[in-house]
């Protein structure tokens, strides 16, 4: 059982048998998704949970409130994994009042045929109070973090951050307590809110202003210890700047060929004394997990086969999630691969050119079919370049 604090209960719930959360992520472990209930005069709610977990939940907030009045549903995150609950409980409680800003309301509303216009609202805005007995929350809006109506939500007499998405991380509690923080954290950030760095900046400098000993995020362990590091941490992740000096080699090889002349780059750089070398299949790995390291280093070498006058296709795919999330301030280094009519780096680089203070260092190697001897010094080559950045 979580403990937060006397009056803040945890009534979250684990899904560890979701097969992909939003439909793209894998999570060997689950997630969790959280919920929290503050008793005091005005009983308050802090979020619902999926759909997939409602009964679950339903007990544990009926456990938690007995034959007690529900008063408040805060409504942090209109995101199906956060509201899938919100029908039942005005169904369970039909004069609890939901809060929310006016964005809350309007996109809630898309995700019902019917209208809500009956429902008891209390429409919120930046720095508004709700005191709720002994409990007093301040709102503050996070608008894409990560969709645009989301609010965080700070007590301050048990100085609770309710932070939404923000904080949170993949891996149910039950199967990760003793789990490293940062790696699930880091995959869940940089592929589910990575675009929005500046609004998560945003976020951090009012959380900056803040007296905060506990952070209840709507996923992963509520954290009420060593609270600057996770802090820090966002602000590392959210302002682009690499977390550590390293290198990814990253690889689309249809054949087995593209691989081999990666994990001798990946020697290469390692005997030159790169402090960490990380060498990834893209075609059979985890993409969120690469898309993740890409994040974490300084630099990334890309090498990949050519394919239909462009790149194989699980490169091309990489390079778009990189795009989309805002991939910046690193320097990459190109090994393409081709038989008759290398294209590979060209297209990569097209892609990389998008991007902002992305480097493209020299020289770019081409391979033709497979890697030989006098290959090797352009490899070498390559490998001195990008150890010495
Ligand atoms: Fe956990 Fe953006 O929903």
Not at 148 to 165: G, N, R
Not at 178 to 200: H, Q, T
Not at 378 to 387: D, F, K, N, Q
Request: proline residues 3%.
């Amino acid at each position: 059982m979580v403990k937060i604090t006397d009056t803040i209960k945890y009534i979250g719930v684990d899904d560890k048998d979701i097969d992909l959360f939003e439909s793209q992520y894998v999570v060997p472990e689950g997630i969790s998704y959280n919920s929290y209930l503050i008793l005091d005069e005005k009983n308050t709610l802090m979020d619902t949970v999926d759909a997939r977990c409602i009964d679950e939940w339903v007990g544990k907030l009926k456990a938690e409130l007995g034959d007690k009045k529900l008063d408040y549903v805060v409504v942090s995150h209109v995101e199906p994994d956060h509201a899938g609950g919100i029908a039942t409980v005005v169904e369970l409680y039909p004069d609890v009042t939901l809060v929310g800003n006016a964005k809350t309301f309007q996109m809630l509303q898309q995700f019902f045929d019917y209208s809500i216009d009956g429902w008891n609202k209390l429409v919120v805005k930046e720095g508004d109070e709700l005191n709720i007995g002994s409990h007093t929350l301040t709102f503050m809006l996070a608008p894409m973090v990560h969709w645009p109506e989301v609010m965080i939500s700070y007590e301050k007499s048990e100085k609770v951050l309710f932070s939404a998405d923000g904080f949170g991380k993949f891996g149910a509690l039950e199967l990760t307590a003793d789990d490293d923080w940062a790696c699930e954290a880091r995959r869940y950030y940089f592929n589910i809110v990575g675009k929005y760095g500046m609004p998560v900046q945003t976020l951090l400098k009012k959380a900056a202003a803040l007296d905060i000993a506990v952070i209840c995020p709507l996923h992963g362990p509520v954290l009420n210890e060593n609270l600057g590091y996770y802090i820090d941490t966002y602000n590392t992740w959210s302002s682009y700047t690499p977390e550590n000096k390293g290198v990814l080699v990253a690889y689309a090889s249809i054949h087995g060929n593209t691989a081999k002349a990666a994990e001798k780059l990946g020697e290469l750089l390692r005997e030159k004394g790169v402090e960490k070398v990380v060498v990834s299949d893209l075609a059979r790995e985890d993409m969120a997990e690469v898309i993740e390291d890409a994040f974490r280093y300084d630099r990334m070498i890309l090498c990949a086969a050519s394919y239909d006058a462009g790149v194989f296709p699980c490169m091309q795919k990489f390079l778009n999630h990189l795009q989309a999330k805002a991939y910046q301030k690193r320097i990459v280094g190109l090994v393409e691969n081709g038989s008759w009519a290398p294209s590979a780096a060209k297209t990569m680089r097209q892609i990389l050119e998008t991007m902002k203070d992305v480097e493209i260092v020299e020289p770019v190697v081409t391979i033709k079919s497979v890697m030989k001897a006098s290959d090797i010094p352009a490899l070498e080559e390559l490998a001195g370049v990008i150890a010495g950045k």
